[in-house]
């Protein structure tokens, strides 16, 4: 029996390896299959990143494509014609911009002109309100004499005597600031001697 036990435990014992050689393998053909697997995942990765690459490429080419391709001469002329016509539209804009700002200030001229009139017959019921849109419009552009002219200038010399606080520091200040001999400094000059204040 002995013989036979010994045999029965030998034959055993193939098959009990058998097993424990397969498990052993499994983790090796794992570790064999891991490179392979790395290599597959990078060769994809690759493959999408030159079909990425010819995509922008082919892009870039149609894009070059189209810019070397000649212009037609009836085009070429119409988008001349279209540029002409936007010039000539923007200089048209601008030449009516320039006109509506030229009536702006020849509308406002008259005003001021209306309301220092209506203010120096204020005592024989010209009907004259304060205005601080127009008298503001004096007070920037009392220096231009076409702009204010002479026969306005004399009766807003009056208007601006009585002047008080900011404005008439403000006015100061600009009257003082104009040099030389022209009209500009004979309004200045005039306007300082109407407010009581020594020129220097």
Same mark, same amino acid.
């Given at each position: *029996? /002995?013989?036979?036990?010994?045999?029965?435990?030998?034959?055993? /014992? %193939?098959?009990?390896?058998? %097993?424990?050689?397969a498990g052993a393998a499994e983790p090796?053909?794992?570790?064999?299959?891991?490179?392979v697997a790395k290599k597959v995942k990078k060769a994809k990765k690759e493959k999408k990143e030159k079909e990425r690459r010819d995509k922008k490429k082919e892009k870039n080419q149609g894009a070059d494509q189209q810019q070397q391709q000649p212009v037609d001469p009836i085009e070429e002329e119409r988008r001349a014609e279209l540029g002409e016509a936007a010039r000539a539209a923007g200089e048209a804009a601008r030449a009516a911009r320039e006109a509506a700002e030229s009536a702006q200030v020849a509308a406002k001229c008259a005003a001021v002109a209306a309301y220092i009139h209506d203010w120096d017959a204020r005592g024989s019921g010209s009907g004259w309100k304060f205005n601080k849109n127009l008298?503001?419009?004096l007070l920037k552009h009392w220096r231009e004499a076409d702009i204010i002219e002479e026969?306005?200038?004399?009766?807003? @010399?009056?208007?601006?005597?009585?002047?008080?606080?900011?404005?008439? *520091?403000? @006015?100061?200040?600009?009257?003082? /600031?104009?040099?030389? *001999?022209?009209? /500009?400094? *004979? &309004?200045?000059? &005039? @306007?300082?001697?109407?407010l009581g204040v020594a020129s220097e």
């Open positions: *029996d /002995e013989g036979r036990g010994g045999k029965r435990k030998a034959a055993a /014992e %193939p098959a009990a390896a058998e %097993p424990a050689a090796a053909v794992a570790a064999a299959a891991e490179p008298q503001g419009f026969a306005i200038f004399d009766k807003a @010399l009056a208007y601006l005597k009585p002047l008080k606080g900011g404005a008439r *520091d403000a @006015l100061i200040a600009k009257a003082k /600031e104009v040099n030389g *001999d022209g009209n /500009e400094a *004979d &309004r200045a000059q &005039r @306007l300082l001697q109407a």
